[in-house]
């Protein structure tokens, strides 16, 4: 069975989605009302522009996500899923490739949630790091510990967790886990905690605009971060979106249930190759391809 992936933020890179744009009328079509939709030059900044322009999340959001689903699109009757994911963002390109949701409506609230997050992280200042070589309860069991806001965020693979919360918090969080243990524990270069209570504003906006779009049931089911677990009914497929935002993104865990549902093909469909990397190190014998 055959398992398509999308990847999330971080992914971007400059000259993304250039060559479909021009080898592809499909392709083009699709990015220029792209650029309609969004009231700018989406394509200026992903085809010439500079690391700073993709690095704004109102830019990197869509533009990730336009890579991801044109370049879906383009594959035709090539595309065939028997199941779909996607990591953090990634998520809506999969909704979008898996016709749960329609291109617009799916620009329109990665749009949308791009712009509620920057609004989060300029409300309170945070951060996220990186935690290698520890295993994931001791992560989860020293945060806990921790008196300020600080939260697994994203469960990538197997000794490869990132953490999310407050300055403070990921500062003492750091210092404890490698004095556990830990190989690493690098901050990373991002505007704030996602997947963390602090996205609570950014929650409800989201909610707001997910409730308000018309969800269509799916070709294939789609494995949700909130769960890890396959979903088709739309009602629950809007509900799991809406708590993306401050829960932690199960990716190992999701890997290993579309594993235990018969998936042995993994494609990751988008810029980059950041999700094989993570399916190697979560399954065996598997078939783990780029598009």
């Avoid at 499909?26 to 990015?31: N, V």
Wanted: with cysteine.
């Amino acid at each position: 069975m055959k398992a398509y992936v999308f990847p999330g933020q971080g992914a971007q890179f400059v000259g993304m989605g250039k060559d479909l744009y021009e080898s592809s009328s499909l392709a083009k079509d699709l990015f220029e009302k792209a650029n309609e939709i969004l009231g700018f030059r989406i394509t200026d900044l992903m085809f010439a522009g500079t690391d700073e322009d993709l690095r704004q999340t109102k830019v990197t959001q869509p533009a990730i996500f336009l890579h991801s689903v044109i370049l879906a699109a383009t594959l035709g009757e090539n595309f065939k899923p028997d199941m779909v994911a996607g990591h953090s963002l990634g998520e809506f390109s999969a909704l979008v490739a898996n016709k749960a949701l329609s291109f617009e409506d799916g620009l329109q609230l990665v749009s949308r949630r791009a712009l509620a997050m920057q609004k989060a992280c300029e409300k309170e200042p945070s951060t996220m790091a990186a935690i290698l070589g520890l295993d994931d309860a001791i992560v989860v069991e020293i945060c806990k510990s921790i008196d300020e806001i600080v939260v697994p965020a994203n469960f990538n693979s197997p000794g490869q967790l990132v953490i999310s919360g407050s300055m403070k918090g990921i500062e003492i969080a750091c210092e404890k886990l490698k004095a556990a243990g830990a190989r690493r524990a690098l901050p990373l270069k991002v505007g704030g905690a996602f997947h963390s209570p602090l996205m609570e504003p950014a929650k409800i906006e989201l909610a707001e605009a997910i409730n308000a779009t018309s969800f269509l049931e799916p070709i294939c089911p789609i494995y949700q971060n909130a769960t890890a677990l396959r979903v088709t009914d739309p009602a629950k497929i809007k509900e799991n979106l809406v708590e993306q935002l401050t829960s932690p993104v199960l990716w190992t865990q999701m890997v290993r249930n579309m594993i235990a549902d018969g998936a042995t093909t993994f494609i990751e469909v988008g810029p980059g190759n950041v999700l094989q990397g993570l399916i190697g190190k979560i399954g065996q014998n598997l078939t783990i391809s780029g598009v």
